[in-house]
């Protein structure tokens, strides 16, 4: 099983001083060959919350960049492109989007499902977004 990794597993995982690091950690390291992945949606929302963390001068965006790309070296990493329309949810799905913020997290559930993988996060309100639906066993949360 291959794991699209949240924004928030991201960050707990590269941040020591985050809420979630040991928990990730824990999670992470039960496998040592865990499988993985990240998308576009993920590394975008990676680098913006990392570099505001590490907005000590002019090259932040550069040194999270460096850093993420040092860890998608790993042979165990998996880039997927984001290849889901949102125009393909069903109308009860639809109606579950109440929120901006659930529109990615929207397209990450259908991403992951298209994969055969689980998204894997620390937020629990995904757990209604998914459901009763064909995404339901998409979803792993921490």
Wanted: net charge neutral.
């Amino acid at each position: 099983m291959r794991f699209l990794l949240d924004v928030n597993v991201l960050v707990a995982l590269a941040f020591p001083e985050h809420a979630s690091h040991g928990a990730a950690h824990t999670w992470f390291g039960r496998d040592p060959d865990r499988l993985w992945a990240s998308c576009a949606l993920t590394q975008r929302g990676f680098l913006r919350v990392a570099s505001r963390a590490l907005a000590s001068g002019r090259g932040c965006v550069q040194r999270a960049l460096a850093g993420f790309e040092h860890d998608c070296l790993v042979p165990n990493h998996e880039y997927w492109p984001v290849d889901v329309d949102l125009r393909d949810l069903a109308e009860t799905q639809r109606s579950r989007l109440i929120g901006a913020n659930q529109i990615a997290d929207m397209q990450l559930l259908m991403l992951a499902h298209r994969h055969g993988g689980q998204l894997a996060t620390f937020d629990t309100g995904m757990r209604e977004l998914a459901a009763g639906s064909k995404y339901a066993n998409s979803l792993l949360v921490l």
